[in-house]
């Protein structure tokens, strides 16, 4: 099992965005622009993209949003909810090319603007900056590093020992094959569902980027902050009154999650994927509602 890297990201994460995707090596070569409204659709969610997130920041209680001005291409509000993912751009350069700079009109209390820090991801449980555009055949986001001082990033420590430092949402996966479990970031992103709790970042469902494998009789533990208004980590749903899990299907019921998966409040709160079910990849929308009483559940499966 792999160790999670120690670093704070609350200040990085608040501002430059939330979550990341790994990157894989792959060739892929340049990214091509967006041209027409016919290829748009497609291209904006194409595996190979590579998505570039300059983050927001609120002025006088009005949202602003830090720009790129060349080498990528912005995407509209609803290109954005496609992704998941506020105020994104597709890098529009080669492999190998130096990343563009964003700009930012933000300043601190004192005046003194915000400075561009890099491009970051997580791979590997690792926090990683890229200069120049991955190579990669999976959706990449790369996320602004802002900061009001001179300090600059370092490279990444890992613990020693069994130190673990955790991030704010993520979800346990404990492998029913082998026993060890597995540690998936989630990231705060959008819904439409009005009566869903807000999670910091104004946003009220998370998930994880991108598609993980289940198989039989495996387990997910969901752990979040924010729930009943605490900054601290904990185990969903709360333990408070009117506790539960909700098994979400699709509108037009082709989509049972109930089909994947058990739920438990028994201890800590879990989902089993069925045994009867095989191997697979699946994607998971999870929101919370009831002041994080209830934890609603949607799994998308691959095919």
Same mark, same amino acid.
């Given at each position: 099992?792999?160790? $999670?890297?120690?670093?704070?990201?609350?200040?990085? !994460?608040? %501002?430059?965005?939330?979550?990341?995707?790994?990157?894989?090596?792959?060739?892929?070569?340049?990214?091509?622009?967006?041209?027409?409204?016919?290829?748009?659709?497609?291209?904006?969610?194409? +595996?190979?993209?590579?998505? @570039?997130?300059?983050?927001?920041?609120?002025?006088?209680?009005?949202?602003?949003? #830090?720009?790129?001005?060349?080498?990528?291409?912005?995407?509209?509000?609803?290109?954005?909810?496609?992704?998941?993912?506020?105020? +994104?751009?597709?890098?529009?350069?080669?492999?190998?090319?130096?990343?563009?700079?964003?700009?930012?009109? &933000?300043?601190?209390? =004192?005046?003194?603007?915000?400075? %561009? #820090?890099?491009?970051?991801?997580?791979?590997?449980?690792?926090?990683?900056? %890229?200069?120049?555009?991955?190579?990669?055949?999976?959706?990449?986001?790369?996320?602004? =590093?802002? &900061?009001?001082?001179?300090?600059?990033?370092?490279?990444?420590?890992?613990?020693?020992?069994?130190? *673990?430092?955790?991030?704010?949402?993520?979800?346990?996966?404990?492998?029913?094959?082998?026993?060890?479990?597995?540690?998936?970031? @989630?990231?705060?992103?959008?819904?439409?569902?009005?009566?869903?709790?807000?999670?910091?970042?104004?946003?009220?469902?998370? !998930?994880?980027?991108?598609?993980?494998?289940?198989?039989?009789?495996?387990? $997910?533990?969901?752990?979040?902050?924010?729930? /009943?208004?605490?900054?601290?980590?904990?185990?969903?749903? !709360? =333990?408070?009154? /009117?506790?539960?899990?909700? !098994?979400?299907?699709?509108?037009?019921?082709? #989509?049972?999650?109930?089909?994947?998966? *058990?739920?438990?409040?028994?201890?800590?709160?879990?989902?089993?994927?069925?045994?009867?079910?095989?191997?697979?990849?699946?994607?998971?929308? $999870?929101?919370?509602?009831?002041?994080? +009483? #209830?934890?609603?559940?949607?799994?998308?499966?691959?095919?």
């Amino acid at each position: 099992m792999k160790r $999670i890297l120690a670093l704070t990201l609350t200040g990085l !994460l608040a %501002f430059g965005g939330a979550g990341a995707l790994s990157a894989t090596a792959a060739a892929n070569g340049p990214h091509t622009p967006l041209q027409t409204e016919e290829t748009r659709e497609s291209a904006v969610t194409a +595996a190979g993209n590579v998505y @570039l997130v300059p983050g927001t920041y609120t002025v006088d209680g009005a949202k602003t949003e #830090n720009v790129i001005t060349a080498g990528a291409e912005k995407l509209t509000p609803e290109q954005c909810g496609e992704i998941y993912t506020d105020n +994104a751009y597709i890098c529009t350069l080669a492999a190998g090319e130096a990343l563009p700079v964003p700009t930012s009109e &933000r300043v601190d209390k =004192d005046g003194a603007p915000y400075k %561009f #820090n890099g491009w970051w991801t997580i791979v590997d449980a690792t926090v990683t900056y %890229f200069d120049k555009v991955p190579e990669t055949t999976e959706a990449t986001y790369l996320y602004a =590093d802002w &900061r009001a001082d001179l300090s600059q990033r370092r490279d990444p420590v890992m613990p020693d020992g069994d130190t *673990t430092v955790l991030p704010k949402y993520y979800m346990s996966v404990k492998r029913a094959a082998t026993g060890e479990e597995e540690t998936l970031m @989630l990231r705060v992103s959008g819904t439409d569902v009005g009566n869903a709790d807000t999670l910091g970042y104004d946003r009220p469902v998370q !998930l994880y980027n991108g598609w993980f494998e289940l198989c039989p009789g495996d387990v $997910i533990t969901v752990y979040s902050a924010g729930l /009943g208004g605490s900054d601290e980590v904990q185990a969903a749903p !709360l =333990d408070v009154s /009117g506790r539960k899990i909700t !098994l979400e299907s699709s509108g037009d019921g082709s #989509n049972v999650t109930a089909t994947y998966l *058990t739920s438990s409040l028994a201890g800590v709160p879990s989902l089993t994927y069925r045994k009867s079910q095989k191997k697979r990849h699946f994607r998971i929308y $999870i929101k919370f509602m009831s002041s994080g +009483a #209830n934890m609603a559940v949607y799994m998308e499966p691959m095919d």
